[in-house]
Nanobody, 129 residues
Framework: QVRLVESGGGSVQAGGSLRLSCAGS????????MAWFRQAPGKEREGVAF????????YYADSVKGRFTISVDNAKNMVTLQMNSLTPEDAAMYYC??????????????????????WGQGTQVTVSS
């Protein structure tokens, strides 16, 4: 059974940084993507960072590009999201997800929610101005 557990959320002032981690278990395949989605109250869930575990190619939403960095350690089934220069607009529940499986180890990650099969429970990020 695949399990994803996020950690690292918390409260930070605007301009600060947080590092989120997602520990995965129950799988060994590297034929997929790991992603971070977020959902703020009253808003739809949006994908912010994606990484294909085989090629380590990444993709970021425009809203976080240049500020967030996603990385993966396949040996540990761990994915992290380094978030810098945080703003109140970044406050949300952050979810780790796994999916977008492909036989092409270099294909871009999908960015839609429905393309991700496994989800964590989320970790809350609060940013005060």
């Amino acid at each position: 059974q695949v399990r994803l557990v996020e950690s690292g959320g918390g409260s930070v002032q605007a301009g600060g940084s947080l590092r989120l981690s997602c520990a995965g278990s129950g799988y060994t395949s590297s034929r997929g993507c790991m992603a971070w989605f977020r959902q703020a109250p009253g808003k739809e869930r949006e994908g912010v960072a994606f990484i294909r575990t085989s090629s380590h190619s990444t993709y970021y939403a425009d809203s976080v590009k240049g500020r967030f960095t996603i990385s993966v350690d396949n040996a540990k089934n761990m994915v992290t999201l380094q978030m810098n220069s945080l703003t109140p607009e970044d406050a949300a529940m952050y979810y780790c997800a796994r999916g977008s499986f492909s036989t092409d180890l270099y294909s871009p990650c999908g960015t839609r929610e429905y393309e991700y099969i496994h989800w964590g429970q989320g970790t809350q990020v609060t940013v005060s101005s």
